[in-house]
């Protein structure tokens, strides 16, 4: 892992990429849907994924020596299969509810999974997830932040995806068009996050930028049937990424830089693993809220039932960034050396 002020510029150059390859998705996969058929969204990742292979196995090389760590696959199974099951439990509640046995057992078994996961890591010779890396204020700190991050963000691609073609009426290459100037915002939070650490401080801006994000969610729950591009799409969804993009790399660079320099890379990691995780089960929860919230849908759904789910959605979300914003403020440290890192 790159370190000291290079660091912090590779993790907003790192999250600028994957939001710019967010504006170009919600493109193609609107045109691959409008020519040819929703399953090129999913197969066009296959040639692509071999590219990125054969690409890495050419050109990626180690930055330093060492020998290698055996794959932990005990580990990797019961880490996949308990948030799988998870996700799974938190979705099937919206036909079964959540007192109902199946919910109950799927929930229990995904606890267990999860538990198991645990043990193992403890007792294993090369863990996957060395739990000895969470004794570490920051690191524990940073990567529920992210994980709430996480949660939300996911949820507003689909949520204002859905919202735009169900309630707006637009087409899929319309939707993906739309939410362009979203993904743009995060390369700009992301971008300008290196450049605003040095005067604010990592743990001030990674509050801000939370702010931020949930002044938008909170004005996308607003949203109605007769919504407009500007004010339901446009504003709200360059405060919600704007926001999420200057708190993701002040976040991540807290959580690379307070490890040990032998950890640096496998927080990196799980930095990435925070992310994507609250991401699958923020959007389960979300669903469900949206779901229950929307009631039954006989026939053609009804729009103004449509948008009440969602912005009920939307609500969750800013709570959970305020959530996370409280978390920030009581669990971040105030200040340190690390913390002071910048271009």
Known sequence: VTPGPARTRAIGTWTAVG?????????????????????????????????????????????????????????????????????????????????????????????????????????????????????????????TAILLFGSSSFGMWFFMTVYAQNVLGYTPLQAGLALVPSSLAVVLGSKLAPRLMPALGARTLAVIGALVAASGFAWQSTMGVDGTFLTTILGPGILMMGGIGLATTPLATLATSSAAPGDAGLVSGLVNTSRTMGGALGLATLSTVAAAVTGPVHGTPDPAALTSGYAAAFRVSASILLGATVLMLLWLPRSGRRDAEHP
């Open 19 to 143: 939001a710019a390859g967010g504006a170009a998705g919600g493109f193609v996969g609107g045109l691959l849907v409008d020519l040819l058929s929703w399953r090129w969204v999913l197969l066009v990742n296959v040639p692509i994924g071999a590219l990125v292979l054969t690409g890495a196995l050419l050109w990626l090389r180690e930055s330093r020596p060492g020998t290698g760590r055996r794959l932990d696959l005990p580990g990797a199974v019961l880490v996949t299969g308990g948030l799988a099951t998870l996700a799974y439990g938190i979705v099937q509640t919206e036909e079964a509810g959540w007192g109902d046995p199946r919910t109950l057992l799927t929930l229990l078994g995904a606890l267990v999974l999860l538990a198991l996961f645990v043990l193992v890591e403890a007792r294993a010779a090369a863990p996957l997830m060395p739990l000895k890396i969470f004794r570490t204020r920051t690191v524990s700190a940073a990567n």
